[in-house]
């Protein structure tokens, strides 16, 4: 009986219990190697912290993989709107209506981001890798010619608690935003019209056209939400700082990259989740806390990352090649 629950359970979940005991694997081996390091409270509220940044631009970068495209300018969105934010603070002064009034900026801009990617994308029919990609390069320029190369400082002092403060006991806002953002993307997905639009579009575009799906609208949709998440994630990596640069999170992109699809989402379109992608977020920040406490070089660090993602895929591919085969022989 118990063979049979394993064997019915979905990929997707099949692929969430593997990552939890990654979660509980990865804990278990830090305690025994480093544990005075790895369990003190600044190492767990720094990763608490820093987790949300790349784990709210994950989100974007999951939306835009399943419709059957990529994000790939989500950092430089990220900078871009925390910059614009940055100018808005500073020209209007230390209070709360400048705080607000840079947030909406930020999210002004990240929709507009959207908005010029959906477009080339959906419209024009550019591919999305060429599109983002390029948006990257574009949108990171916008930022250094507005900065001028230094970071904007001297950003409001409430701007920093956003990420570096706690409303609710010792839990870090951060960690509050990234859960409140991780269930309007979850709810998003599953109950709304948009999200089954958007898995089928990824599946199959001809057939979604054919089946009276826009896919114009879902494609530029998509784009503007991916854009919104870039953003809140650029706010979240400024007041972290508290200031604001046109190269911050640099290896936030292929990090991205590597969660959506350690999260069970498919690189070719139409499956992802959320809960997967939020536990790869996990997996992948322990690692990284796990590497600078064994003080492992940055380089080797980008390398593994690289390591990981190729053979997930690869793993990926394997698996579904013998899905297929056991279909058609049943």
Not at 179 to 184: D, E, I
Not at 208 to 226: A, D, F, P, Q, R
Not at 269 to 294: D, E, P, R, T, Y
Request: with cysteine.
């Amino acid at each position: 009986m118990k063979r049979l629950q394993i064997h019915t359970l979905t990929k997707d979940q099949k692929n969430n219990i593997i990552l939890v005991m990654l979660v509980l694997l990865i804990f278990l081996l830090m305690t025994i190697l480093s544990p005075r390091a790895f369990l003190r409270p600044a190492n767990l509220k720094g990763m608490a912290v820093q987790f949300p940044e790349f784990g709210i631009l994950s989100f974007g970068m999951m939306i835009a993989m399943i419709s059957g495209g990529i994000d790939l300018s989500l950092v430089g969105i990220a900078n871009l709107s925390s910059i614009v934010a940055a100018v808005v603070m500073l020209q209007m002064g230390d209070s709360v209506f400048s705080i607000v009034l840079g947030i909406l900026a930020a999210l002004l801009i990240g929709a507009l981001c959207g908005v010029f990617n959906g477009f080339l994308i959906g419209y024009l029919k550019i591919p999305a890798m060429l599109v983002t990609l390029c948006g990257l390069q574009l949108y990171s320029g916008l930022g250094l010619a507005i900065t001028k190369g230094p970071a904007l400082t001297g950003l409001p002092e409430a701007y920093g608690e956003i990420a570096n403060g706690s409303l609710i006991g010792e839990i870090p806002n951060t960690v509050l935003i990234f859960l409140v953002v991780a269930v309007a993307v979850a709810y998003l997905m599953r109950s709304t019209i948009y999200g089954s639009h958007v898995s089928f579009m990824g599946t199959n575009e001809v057939a979604s056209k054919y089946s009276g799906i826009n896919n114009l609208k879902v494609t530029m949709y998509t784009y503007i939400v991916s854009g919104l998440m870039g953003s809140i994630g650029g706010i979240l990596i400024s007041s972290h700082y508290n200031s604001a640069k046109s190269d911050y999170g640099k290896s936030y992109t292929l990090l991205t990259l590597l969660i959506v699809v350690l999260g069970g989402t498919d690189p070719s379109g139409g499956k992802g989740n959320v809960l997967g992608v939020s536990l790869a977020v996990i997996v992948l920040q322990m690692i990284s806390s796990a590497f600078n406490i064994l003080r492992v070089n940055s380089f080797v660090k980008t390398f593994v990352w690289g390591l990981i993602l190729i053979g997930i895929m690869l793993i990926s591919r394997i698996i579904d090649t013998r899905e297929k085969q056991e279909r058609r022989t049943q």
